[in-house]
């Protein structure tokens, strides 16, 4: 039985293979801690193997002729975020009960470090995030971009912007002033006005024949992790759809076949 | 789109991708910029704006006049503008439901092959008339005021006839919007259009003695000020007055 | 159609399914599947349903309407409205008030038959329309709203814009010199009592039965 000659024991137990195109791997403790990055990334990616998928997403090319218009839906997925960080941070202050909503925001506003500046944040935000999506869809439609193949994106982004709209009608009884309330009674009464279940659905929005002791607790759920949770999901696919059909080109950028592969200068054998 | 353009927008489309840039980090540092930038305005507003509260919700209110945020002016417009009692429903469930199923199933019923706005003038136009009726009734859901507020400015043959007119012109301004007049007639930019004609210039087609005949005497649904009249003379006289400057 | 295959047997063997046994109509791998399907399904119901009932229990839950006074008989009149602030929600502070406007029932306005709970008139402030706070004027003997422009007569009809239905009432009663509002109850246009409906909901001809009335609140049986 022939020996099988078992390799050195490295000198340095710390030194290890090198790497491509170096001359020596890194060794010792600092080479070794110079290196966590990357050994951290690989000891997840091994057991995920995440960076195909992300290397997809990143990589993927985008047609030439991309301008500005095309920054609106990413600016308005971060204004969702902006949205999604400050409201998080609001509720831990905000008290959705019919008797201390208003004395809370007033705490917030008033007393809170930073408070009214994040209370202002999220107020405002919403205005941008609203402004944002119309300009989005605006952008898609000119320029013929729900067409084929992207047709369920459209009709997903759709549903993204009835969502920011019923965020922002739940989101405004939240401070209970006077707009917020009136502002939610007519539009639960707008509910009511569809024949046969709506007087159903108005009373289940208001959890009562009345505005009552749990109506605002009720829109609270609907706009702190209802709505949002639905958003952070079509959004998801949204952008999944997106990086999987292309960004659009803009219409009017014509294709023109690679220079090599144009008509007159392909020669064929004879 | 039928197939044989399905597959030509595919090949003309893998062309131009073909020979655009990497997504990172070339368009994630234009969409970075773009986040930077609304960050930066999402902070200005807030610095300057700050974050309002108004008074605290009062249910017993009779003297609140609700208004919706900013946003949703075009659907609050669409209520006042739609007035048959009957059409109500139409008004606040109809009309948003099919704008958006229309909007929901637009791919499927624009299935041209053209992408470019210019050759595309049925959508394109629609778009915009979609555009400019969501700013218009904005515009106006905006400028509506409360019916008891009348901001007419004095007119000019009032304020040469020296301040004493010009103070009977605006207590006669006070007691009319007081008086709801506007629930049912338009002043300038103020008031409903209707059931009651417009008031905006209603000097110019009645005299004095008519327009006083009208309100203690009028035909229904208008209510008589003839109580009002009997009560406190002045303030009527000021009504009338005010009415009959309004050219 | 010709070449239309025969139909089916039921029974896998004549199908000539491998391992088919004698007057069996279902195979194995297909049970298997309903059963998988039907165990996911009764588990989310599980779930579901529970979650659901319980967000939608308040529709079913009757509203507990108490008669409350608001005055002695001679603080009303029956020509103007004397506005009175009610609780119609307890336990929530001022969310749960409203104001009514009351008035002494006057003959020569008011043309329904009058009954125990009409001596006295008490008009809901809630605009017919979608809900508005209505403000009565007394210079023009209107309710007037401040909102989609609607406007009501003295005795609560519409006389102009978008509102649906006359404004709402609540049932009143005396008791020893004290008038009591009790319970809400929604009106036709000839002024004829329903069940408290939402603003928004006609109750014009096939309007009551479009805009049903909800379990949590009913009008005073046989008024």
């Known amino acids: ?270 | ?247 | 159609m010709a070449d239309r295959k025969e139909p089916k047997s039921k029974y896998t063997v004549d199908r000539k399914t491998p391992g088919a046994f004698e007057g069996e109509t279902v195979t194995r791998r297909r049970a298997m599947v309903v059963a998988g399907q039907a165990a996911g399904g009764v588990a989310a119901a599980a779930f579901v349903l529970p979650a659901l009932g319980f967000a939608m229990g308040p529709i079913f839950e009757k509203q507990y309407q108490p008669w409350q006074p608001v005055g002695k008989v001679d603080e009303f009149n029956d020509e103007s409205y004397v506005p009175r602030t009610i609780t119609l929600v307890e336990g929530i502070g001022d969310a749960g008030k409203s104001t009514v406007y009351i008035r002494k029932y006057n003959p020569q306005l008011d043309t329904e038959p009058r009954d125990e709970y009409n001596d006295y008139i008490a008009i809901s402030t809630l605009c017919m329309h979608l809900g508005c706070p209505v403000r009565f004027t007394a210079a023009a003997q209107r309710f007037i709203c401040p909102c989609h422009g609607g406007v009501y007569d003295i005795v609560g009809k519409v006389t102009g814009g978008p509102p649906v239905r006359p404004l709402d009432r609540f049932y009143t009663r005396l008791e020893k010199g004290s008038v009591l509002v009790g319970p809400r109850f929604s009106v036709n246009s000839e002024l004829r009592r329903f069940s408290p409906r939402d603003p928004g909901e006609p109750l014009d001809g096939v309007g009551q039965y479009l805009y049903p009335s909800r379990p949590s609140m009913r009008k005073i049986p046989g008024t």
């Open chain 2, 1 to 247: 789109m039928n197939k044989e353009q399905k597959e030509q927008y595919l090949r003309d489309y893998g062309t131009l991708k073909s020979q655009g840039k990497p997504f990172f980090p070339y368009a994630v540092a234009k969409d970075s910029a773009m986040a930077i930038v609304v960050m930066a305005v999402i902070i200005a507003m807030s610095i300057v704006l700050g974050a309002e509260l108004g008074p605290k919700a009062d249910p017993t209110s009779t003297t609140y006049t609700p208004r919706p945020e900013w946003y949703f002016f075009f659907l609050f417009e669409l209520l006042r503008v739609i007035k048959p009692p009957a059409l109500v429903p139409l008004a606040t469930i109809g009309v948003p439901t099919i704008c958006l199923i229309l909007l929901f199933l637009l791919p499927f019923y624009d299935r041209g092959p053209e992408r470019r706005p210019e050759r595309r003038p049925i959508a394109t136009t629609a778009g915009i008339f979609v555009v400019c009726a969501i700013g218009y009734l904005t515009y106006l859901g905006a400028a509506a005021g409360p019916p008891t507020q009348i901001d007419i400015p004095v007119p000019a043959n009032v304020s040469s006839q020296g301040p004493e007119a010009v103070a009977n012109f605006e207590a006669g301004s006070q007691v009319v919007a007081q008086s709801g007049c506007a629930a049912c007639h338009k002043f300038g930019e103020n008031g409903n259009s209707g059931p009651g004609p417009s008031l905006t210039k209603i000097g110019a087609r009645l005299p004095a003695q008519a327009i006083q005949r009208t309100l203690l005497n009028p035909s229904a649904p208008m209510p008589s000020f003839s109580a009002l009249s009997e009560e406190s003379p002045t303030q009527f006289a000021q009504m009338v007055g005010f009415l009959a400057a309004l050219k």
């Open chain 1, 1 to 270: 039985m022939a020996k099988i000659k078992l390799p050195a024991t490295p000198s340095n137990p710390l030194s290890s293979p090198k790497r491509p195109g170096k001359k020596y791997g890194p060794s010792g403790v600092m080479g070794h801690a110079g290196e966590a990055g990357v050994t951290a990334v690989d000891w997840i990616d091994e057991r995920t193997s995440l960076s195909g998928g992300l290397r997809w997403a990143m990589f993927r090319k985008v047609p030439k002729g991309t301008n500005w218009f095309y920054t609106l839906g990413s600016a308005t997925m971060f204004a969702f975020l902006s949205q999604a960080v400050t409201g998080v941070f609001l509720a831990m202050y905000y008290d959705p009960s019919a008797t201390r909503a208003y004395e809370s925001i007033q705490y917030i506003n008033n007393d809170v470090f930073l408070g009214e500046f994040v209370h202002g944040m999220h107020r405002w935000g919403s205005s941008v995030m609203v402004i944002l999506i119309f300009l989005h869809m605006g952008r898609t439609f000119f320029f013929g971009a729900y067409k084929y193949p992207r047709e369920l994106n459209w009709v997903i982004g759709v549903a993204l912007l009835v969502m920011t709209m019923t965020m922002s009608f739940s989101g405004y009884l939240l401070p209970f002033d006077q707009r917020s309330y009136w502002a939610t009674i007519v539009g639960v009464n707008i509910n009511g006005t569809g024949p046969l279940v709506g007087p159903y659905l108005s009373e289940f929005l208001r959890a009562g024949p009345y505005f009552g002791a749990t109506t605002l607790s009720r829109f609270y759920a609907i706009h702190m992790l209802m709505v949002p949770g639905a958003i952070a999901a079509l959004m998801g696919f949204h952008l999944y759809l997106v990086a999987k059909l292309g960004t659009t080109a803009p219409p009017w950028i014509k294709a023109k076949p690679p220079e090599e592969l144009r008509e007159e200068k392909v020669t064929v054998d004879p």
